[in-house]
Nanobody, 123 residues
Framework: QVRLVESGGGLVQPGGALRLSCLASGRSIFSRYAMVWDRQAPGKQRELVAAFTTGGATNCAASVKGRFTISRDNAKNAVYLQMNSLKPEDTAKYYC????????????????WGQGTQVTVSS
């Protein structure tokens, strides 16, 4: 069983920054699961934002490339999403997911996910 807990969301002005954290319970999480940040805005489909594969590779959506960075701390079982130069269109609920395929693809059916953390970008 894997438990994921996100934190770090909030209200920020356009151009601002936030760092989301995802703390994962369980052993050898990152060697068994790709870790995925995705988001869902009201009325929109869920969108993959960034992912860390079990092999250690990262990928991110074109819409956030150059602004968002995914990282992880193996010792803390934590995955982070640093979000810079935030835009109003980044407003969404952000979720941390564990993908048992190891690839962190948008098409995967994730094995575990957290409760989400709300990010609102507004002046």
């Amino acid at each position: 069983q894997v438990r994921l807990v996100e934190s770090g969301g909030g209200l920020v002005q356009p151009g601002g920054a936030l760092r989301l954290s995802c703390l994962a319970s369980g052993r050898s999480i990152f060697s068994r699961y790709a870790m995925v940040w995705d988001r869902q805005a009201p009325g929109k489909q869920r969108e993959l934002v960034a992912a860390f594969t079990t092999g250690g590779a990262t990928n991110c959506a074109a819409s956030v490339k150059g602004r968002f960075t995914i990282s992880r701390d193996n010792a803390k079982n934590a995955v982070y999403l640093q979000m810079n130069s935030l835009k109003p269109e980044d407003t969404a609920k952000y979720y941390c997911n564990a993908d048992g395929t190891g690839w962190g693809l948008a098409s995967s059916e994730y094995n575990y996910w957290g409760q989400g953390t709300q990010v609102t970008v507004s002046s």
